[in-house]
């Protein structure tokens, strides 16, 4: 005989089994707790994919990019992000131009007691961004522009009248007051030791570019550089850039370093020192003067080759105010495979540099969208080409997705150090912008305080993928291991200072960066969370962080500002 079940015990099964599903289906305390924090699992399955020997170094234009995009993407789908690279779009387009000067190059001075031939990698380290197969000239005068900074801001022009097209401009490196006592009036004017963009050799270039120069040429020191003659001549006749550069601003025919050595004795033949130069360009009296008698011609024979690279973009759209974006951001290239190391790997993998990274991206996009989102968008770019000069960075802000006027700020992740729990977290870049007193503010809640880099005439500020941003007006800020030895729960600053020279002096750039079974991440947690701190905040306010006065790109930013009232 058939079992008949009256409706009303079928109604009240219904909802046992309703209410079962709904427990299954909610997440436990345990499962809610760990979205919103930051896993070093998840920080780890990430890097040890993207530096495997399967991803072959991530070098842009090769199949180690075709799989790091597909795994990028592959990340922020199951995050449940949207493509942020534009139409739909998880990429964007970055048309790249390798040129390489062939060697031997024919490049010479010619002055009142002969011929100075330079050497390429030797007295020299030149390359060209032109994209011609041929760079040629002829008997081009030779100008000394100082430090060449035109700062405006400082009251600070070095260039005077002087006129430079189809001329060669002679720079010092760094800045006017690199090098000044502190009773000299140009103390601070610059920063003191804290290099400024006009420090930089790529300021340089296109400031020579932007005057009609020909050629620019900076005179190394190492001490001015941050690094020494070998640095600065390991990577002579090879450029990387951006193929299609902006039309209104060619660059130069050809640019590089010019080693102490051969400056001195140029500047000899036109009845100069070198050193006392170095003196007079720290006044503000200075002008760029042309060198009497001293020409330069060239005859360089370029290999020029094309291909094509991308951006990978998602993005997290705000709730209240969608048309104002957040930025967190890194870059996934490394360095590709090349000559065996000692222990006869090949593949330069890049694991802290940067997949650790890449996968705190990652991380901060999977927390923030498990807790809803923000009012403001959230954009997490993953840029190509870094190491070749910050390239995918560039290509994004001549061409961004979303308004940089509107882009209320950059958080970049570049090298975490992976020694263990950290008192602080190293600034880059101090007297830039309101983000730094935000970061002093939110550290100092997880019982940490600020360091300031230990070494800021290096430049760090200017030598990672935010700088592109900033260039172009939006507030930035950087975290990145190796600006200065950590003060680490276990051990101090000695142990900071220890694993920063451990990894620069052994594993930088080369196939010692690898995954290692040894790496603590606590401390790389503490920044990556402190950063999901400083973008939720910022995520869920009207407020627009503002440089600070004095630096150099309050001006552009300033200029925008009716767009974000």
Excluded at 218 to 245: C, D, F, P, R
Excluded at 315 to 328: A, F, H, N, Q, S
Excluded at 449 to 456: A, G, R, S
């Amino acid at each position: 005989m058939r079992r008949v079940i009256a409706p009303i015990v079928l109604v009240f099964l219904a909802g046992i089994a309703t209410a079962s599903l709904a427990k299954a289906s909610t997440p436990s305390d345990d499962a809610l707790e760990a979205d919103s924090a930051i896993s070093a699992d998840r920080l780890e399955h990430i890097v040890r994919t993207l530096a495997s020997d399967a991803f072959e170094g991530r070098a842009p234009g090769t199949a180690g990019e075709d799989k790091t995009v597909a795994f990028l993407i592959e990340q922020m789908k199951a995050i449940g992000l949207e493509p942020g690279g534009g139409a739909g779009l998880w990429t964007q387009a970055v048309p790249m131009m390798r040129t390489v000067v062939q060697s031997p190059m024919t490049m010479s001075f010619s002055g009142p007691e002969g011929s100075l031939s330079l050497e390429q990698g030797v007295t020299a380290s030149i390359d060209t961004a032109t994209g011609l197969d041929q760079v040629l000239v002829k008997k081009a005068p030779v100008v000394f522009v100082g430090f060449g900074a035109h700062a405006p801001e400082q009251d600070w022009d070095d260039y005077g009248d002087i006129d430079l097209t189809g001329k060669v401009a002679l720079f010092l490196v760094n800045d006017p007051d690199f090098a000044a006592a502190p009773d000299e009036p140009v103390a601070g004017r610059f920063g003191n030791r804290r290099m400024t963009y006009y420090g930089r050799w790529a300021y340089k270039y296109e400031e020579a570019a932007r005057r009609g120069a020909v050629g620019a040429l900076v005179i190394h020191e190492t001490q001015a550089a941050g690094y020494g003659w070998s640095v600065a001549a390991a990577g002579a006749g090879e450029n990387v850039s951006l193929a299609n550069k902006n039309p209104a601003l060619p660059p130069v025919s050809f640019q590089g370093w010019l080693h102490n050595d051969a400056a001195t004795t140029l500047l000899a033949q036109a009845g100069r020192n070198l050193d006392d130069l170095r003196i007079a360009a720290r006044s503000d009296n200075f002008s760029a003067f042309e060198l009497e008698g001293i020409t330069l011609s060239t005859d360089l024979s370029v290999d020029v080759s094309r291909f094509n690279s991308r951006n990978v973009l998602g993005r997290l759209p705000g709730k209240v105010r969608p048309d104002e974006t957040i930025m967190v951001s890194a870059h996934w290239d490394a360095y590709g495979v090349g000559a065996p190391d000692q222990d006869g790997r090949t593949v330069r993998a890049g694991a802290n540099d940067d997949a650790l990274g890449s996968a705190g991206v990652l991380e901060i996009a999977r927390v923030l969208k498990a807790a809803g989102g923000l009012e403001r968008t959230v954009v997490f770019a993953f840029w190509t080409a870094e190491e070749a000069g910050l390239v995918g960075s560039m290509a994004y802000a001549a061409d961004p997705v979303f308004p940089l006027e509107t882009t209320v700020a950059n958080f970049t992740l570049d090298i975490l150090q992976t020694a263990g729990a950290a008192n602080d977290v190293i600034l880059v870049g101090k007297g830039q912008s309101e983000l730094e007193d935000d970061l002093a503010r939110l550290a100092n809640t997880q019982g940490r305080y600020v360091t300031e880099e230990n070494l800021p005439e290096n430049g760090l500020f200017y030598r990672a993928d935010h700088f592109s941003m900033a260039r172009a007006g939006v507030p930035v800020l950087l975290i990145m291991g190796i600006a200065g030895g950590a003060d680490l729960v276990e051990g101090g600053r000695e142990a900071g200072d220890q694993w920063i020279a451990d990894y620069v002096g052994n594993c930088y750039h080369k196939p010692c960066d690898s995954w290692s079974p040894d790496w603590d991440l606590t401390g790389a947690i503490q920044d990556i969370e402190l950063f999901r701190t400083m973008i939720t905040e910022l995520g869920n306010s009207p407020r627009w962080p503002q440089w600070k006065p004095g630096s150099e790109f309050k001006a552009i930013r300033d200029s925008s500002t009716t767009l974000r009232q």
